[in-house]
């Protein structure tokens, strides 16, 4: 049974979080899908139906941020999502929870792609108020993974935003009154993020995600203090809201409360999870409520979300 919660300019000294950053709220965010499917975790939700009942759970356990993929190839795709794919959950969801940030995913960009048409299926969404945040992934990378016997891709996709790209997407978020969702890959992605927030182009409760791996994934800092301090020195972490990301293990084993505990917030779900079990998606989020109440944060509520991420920006 899941409990749902009632209201109630020199860089900064990287291992020790504020006060006030140690006790603020926590953002739990929760990835039901991605590219999951059911022989990966039986638990997955696919259908509206189940993706309704699933984010229903999520923020029932503390969730306030929601990322769902609609069953469309992100790296190496065409580079657009047909909005009518997301509508009807979003709908849905929306009309249950008003204030859960909600987000579809970003097409991967490559040659003959532009952002305007991969982010036309948000912007078509946001019209219609069924999208609270824009993803623009600042960068480009090699997106990839060792497969099961350690040999590493020898694939040719490329997961592709140039600067103009970036420009572009943020441009797209100021028009539309949308904070921007950041996932930083590599190092040069939260460099750019930062320098994008100095210049006063990041829009106004935008979320930095800091991706961590375990050694599988093929991008990304060690989950430990260590890498966690390195992605700390790259942005200033009392100007930008951040987020940590495991996408191959549990980021709940021993990443999550090390930003907890220096104020940052983390992310879950079944798209990231990569531990022995097959965990539904509330079952992540409430192991990371249980996580921020430890540390005396609770779990943000969706009413309060948007908020706490302009006053961290503050």
Not at 95 to 100: E, G, V
Not at 106 to 115: A, D, E, K, S
Not at 132 to 148: F, K, S
Not at 273 to 297: H, I, K, M, T
Request: contains cysteine; glycine residues 10%.
């Amino acid at each position: 049974m899941y409990t749902l919660f009632e209201q109630g300019a020199s860089m900064p000294t990287i291992l020790n979080a504020t006060d006030a950053g140690a006790r603020r709220p926590l953002i739990i965010e929760v990835a039901v899908n991605g590219a999951r499917d059911r022989s990966v975790n039986q638990h997955v939700p696919l259908s509206a139906d189940e993706i309704v009942a699933s984010v229903d759970a999520c923020v029932a356990a503390g969730a306030s941020i929601v990322h769902a993929h609609a069953g469309r190839p992100v790296v190496g795709s065409g580079g657009h999502h047909d909005s009518a794919v997301y509508a009807d959950a979003f709908a849905r969801i929306l009309s249950r929870h008003p204030d859960l940030l909600l987000y579809p995913t970003l097409p991967g960009g490559g040659p003959g792609t532009t952002m305007a048409r991969r982010l036309a299926h948000v912007r078509e969404l946001a019209e219609r108020g069924l999208v609270g945040m824009l993803p623009v992934d600042p960068g480009t990378m090699n997106y990839g993974a060792v497969d099961a016997s350690g040999r590493p891709p020898t694939h040719e996709a490329v997961y592709q935003t140039t600067y103009a790209d970036v420009d572009q997407g943020l441009s797209i978020a100021r028009g539309l009154g949308l904070p921007c969702t950041l996932s930083a890959f590599e190092a040069g992605f939260a460099r750019l993020a930062e320098a994008h927030r100095r210049a006063g182009s990041l829009p106004a409760g935008s979320l930095l995600k800091l991706e961590f791996s375990a050694g599988a994934r093929l991008f990304g800092m060690s989950p430990d203090e260590t890498g966690l301090a390195a992605w700390l020195r790259l942005f200033d972490p009392d100007k930008l809201a951040w987020m940590v990301t495991l996408r191959d293990g549990d980021v709940t084993a021993g990443l999550a409360p090390l930003a907890i505990e220096r104020g940052g917030h983390v992310r879950v779900g079944i798209e990231d999870y990569a531990g022995d079990r097959q965990p539904r998606n509330e079952d992540l989020v409430a192991a990371a409520a249980s996580l921020g109440a430890a540390c005396g944060r609770r779990p943000a509520l969706p009413s309060e979300v948007r908020a706490l991420l302009k006053s961290e920006a503050a």
